[in-house]
């Protein structure tokens, strides 16, 4: 007796995911998951220790916020065109993402070279007190999170130039790369107030 095999002709299933379909955007929803506990924690830390201070800032001036705010507007402004990326991504259309990521690059250095001048503007430097270490902890975890997604953006815009930018996966990364950066704009909102605001409410 013969044994039959059943088979599937899966040719015309897509090569490719995007979303909660793709195991790397699980991947990314890991990474912000423990990224943002990471951020949680050192706001923990911050708070406790402002709760414990008689005197907060511990002897030294407030922060400059205008660094701060300028590098906060530039976050936000990205979200636009970011999500716009994001339609053409889910579309494959190869010209306009390549446009998208080269604005997202751009937009993505910008803050980073007003975050330059940010640690200064803080007026305190790391070593000073627990004031000014907490500080520096919570703008450079920010930035090292902020040089990963503009690395990532970088690279991907490389790629997208190349014949590996036709791939149907490489538009998947465009995604979850759109998905990343949200987390790093949102990331800094709470931040940015703890750094800059949180002090001049007493």
């Known amino acids: 007796m013969t044994r039959q095999r059943t088979t599937l002709d899966l040719s015309g299933l897509p090569t490719f995911a995007s979303g909660p379909r793709s195991p790397t955007w699980w991947g990314t929803l890991g990474f912000i998951a423990l990224e943002g506990t990471g951020f949680a924690l050192a706001a923990g830390a911050y708070l406790y220790l402002a709760y414990l201070a008689p005197e907060w800032p511990m002897n030294a001036p407030l922060p ?82 902020l040089l990963t997604d503009v690395g990532d953006t970088l690279v991907l815009t490389v790629l997208m130039f190349t014949r590996y930018g036709r791939s149907g996966r490489r538009f998947a990364d465009v995604e979850d790369n759109v998905f990343y950066w949200d987390f790093v704009v949102l990331a800094w909102l709470p931040i940015y107030f703890l750094i800059y605001w949180a002090p001049r409410m007493g």
């Open 64 to 145: 400059n916020h205008w660094p701060g705010t300028i590098v906060t507007l530039l976050l936000v402004v990205s979200i636009v065109p970011n999500h716009v990326l994001n339609r053409y991504a889910k579309e494959c259309a190869l010209l306009p993402v390549r446009i998208g990521l080269v604005v997202m690059s751009l937009l993505g250095i910008a803050p980073l070279v007003v975050r330059w001048f940010e640690f200064p503007a803080l007026n305190v430097y790391w070593d000073a007190n627990a004031y000014g270490s907490m500080l520096w902890v919570l703008l450079g975890l920010h930035t090292t999170h």
